[in-house]
């Protein structure tokens, strides 16, 4: 009966969507077969000459990528941590419980590059308040020009920023759980670390899950605070696939190999987020 | 162990909440210094470590001719790019909601979660896969550096947004009320306007507020896409850090810049604590 009105529902969104995608996708496919720079800009066909130098001669792809991995597992897992503490500490009745709350989201409201911005000066060598203070201890850390320190600022920027979407996330499905199993565990005079091992992780877990897959996703995309923070520097050890890619592609105008790139990466992504997703629905709901 | 634990607990909440406020509170001094505060030494407290000033303030209203630092404009492209492309996305996106949590649709093996993980998946897209072909794509029609060109950019971004509320959010009003309007004599497009969206405020404002949040913080695109024509916050405050403008004009703009958002966070939380996220964030 309602056979044709499903469609004037569904079709206005859909179509808007994958008309929008479409074209770009197959362009990159495309483009990604052409020798496409700045000197010869136009789509010829040169086969699949850009993945071979992809694969076999370009080692910064592979490590930008792998800092990629690294920056993200990192910081969702303590943003994770971190979140579920937090949620776990305002869920229950506390002193000023929804100031906290509020303040706890706070940080996923505000501009991330416009933050950094703000990070980068209160990180600054010589004019900073961070290194001012530590300076008392005799301590002067070079938080964005030394190869190990500017990955672990980074994590830092990107903890403050994010927790509170994990947190959120984690709040509202703590929010959202049944009373019987609590009530259950009180009975039997739980203490509270088994009564969190035994009752709120496991109820938690499929929200862990999305939390976490969804955030991964987010995370996955790190390139605005690199690009302030440090420009992927020094030398290229902040750099990310994305902001590699930026480089190759919107910098030094080779159209045709960035878009094997980021083809290249968009599979990666599908497949390990897919991989992830599912390991984690294994690890998680075990029980 | 309990008086530990809660000692702990407040510890670790206290220690948060001061390192979330820490950039804020150091943005809002250095908005005050001067010259001399800012380089000759970290200084902290107002009237005793500096005289506070409203120089990084004052540069907010001028002119850029007269040394302003001109962020009025960016902020009005910035709220109609964002307020746009999020209203598009939520009217397209909560259609094909409803279409979705209501009727069944088969297309050879695609059934209806496949259709709402494809809407969701979008998410998934590095914008950089999508930044280059934009690049070439809006060129060519002269649409870069253009609000338009941006705006239907950032409905791919933020359509899968509502899409994702808004399906769980349908999924928990009760059918029986689309039913019933449709006895009564309804289409149903009326049933849909007067019965089922007003029963999903909630629903809307959340996926509503998310896609504001997202659109409004969205740097990348806003950096590839536009270049002198619109320019859009973000871009602006991050070409100013770039330039040579002094901390505290940056630290003024910036604060100004990220304000408005800080709203949403009471707003969040207080259907946070009625209980209405629960069902729309999942």
């Known amino acids: ?287 | 162990m309990s008086k530990l634990y809660t000692f702990l607990k407040y510890f670790f909440i206290v220690f948060w909440a001061v390192f979330v406020v820490a950039p804020f509170l150091w943005a809002l001094t250095t908005s005050f210094k001067d010259f001399q505060s800012v380089n000759g030494g970290v200084t902290y407290i107002p009237w005793v470590d500096f005289e506070p000033n409203l120089e990084g303030w004052k540069v907010l209203i001028k002119s850029p001719a007269k040394g302003g630092v001109d962020i009025v404009e960016p902020y009005f492209n910035s709220l109609f790019v964002t307020c746009t492309a999020s209203l598009i996305s939520i009217i397209l996106g909560t259609l094909s909601a409803y279409a979705l949590s209501r009727y069944t649709f088969k297309a050879g093996f695609v059934k209806n979660n496949d259709i709402t993980f494809f809407f969701i998946s979008q998410r998934i897209m590095p914008p950089i896969v999508l930044s280059i072909p934009f690049f070439l794509f809006l060129s060519s029609i002269n649409l870069l550096d253009s609000l338009v060109g941006l705006i239907v950019v950032y409905i791919v971004l933020l359509m899968p947004i509502a899409v994702w509320i808004m399906v769980d959010f349908f999924n928990k009003v009760p059918r029986e009320i689309d039913e019933t309007a449709l006895i009564d004599g309804c289409n149903p497009y009326q049933a849909f306007l007067k019965v089922v969206l007003p029963n999903s405020i909630p629903g809307l404002i959340v996926a509503g507020m998310f896609c504001i949040i997202f659109g409004w913080i969205d740097f990348f695109f806003a950096f590839i896409l536009t270049f002198t024509e619109v320019q859009l916050l973000p871009v602006k405050i991050v070409a100013l850090n770039s330039s040579v403008t002094p901390w505290w004009s940056l630290s003024a703009s910036a604060l100004v810049s990220v304000a408005p958002l800080i709203i949403v966070a009471f707003i969040v939380e207080r259907y946070l604590s009625k209980g209405n996220l629960s069902g729309a964030i999942k």
Do not use: C
């Open chain 1, 1 to 287: 009966m309602n056979f044709k009105h499903k469609y004037f529902f569904l079709f206005p969104g859909l179509f808007v969507l994958i008309g929008i995608l479409i074209f770009p996708i197959i362009f990159v496919v495309r483009l990604s077969l052409s020798g496409w720079n700045s000197y010869n800009p136009g789509l010829d066909f040169i086969g699949i000459e850009n993945y071979i130098r992809l694969f076999t001669d370009d080692p910064r792809f592979w490590e930008s990528f792998f800092r990629l991995s690294f920056l993200s597992v990192t910081t969702v897992i303590l943003q994770y941590v971190i979140g579920f503490a937090l949620a776990h500490m305002v869920w229950k009745d506390i002193k000023f419980k929804r100031f906290f709350r509020v303040l706890f989201l706070v940080p996923m409201m505000t501009t991330p590059v416009i933050m950094t911005v703000i990070w980068r000066t209160f990180f600054h060598e010589s004019l900073g308040p961070v290194n001012d203070i530590l300076s008392n201890f005799g301590l002067s850390p070079k938080w964005l020009t030394d190869p190990a320190l500017a990955k672990f600022t980074v994590i830092i920027v990107e903890v403050w920023q994010w927790t509170p979407f994990m947190f959120l996330l984690l709040l509202a499905g703590l929010l959202s759980l049944p009373k019987e199993p609590f009530l259950a565990a009180a009975i039997d005079g739980a203490s509270p670390v088994r009564k969190f091992i035994y009752v709120t992780f496991p109820l938690m877990a499929p929200i862990s899950i999305g939390a976490i897959i969804i955030r991964l996703i987010e995370a996955s995309k790190i390139m605005d605070t690199v690009y302030v923070l440090t420009s992927g520097g020094p030398g290229t050890s902040t750099e990310t696939s994305s902001f590699y890619i930026f480089i190759k592609g919107l910098r030094e105008f080779q159209m045709g190999y960035a878009a094997s790139m980021s083809f290249t990466y968009l599979i990666i992504m599908i497949i390990s987020l897919t991989i992830i997703a599912k390991v984690l629905t294994k690890l998680l709901l075990k029980e």
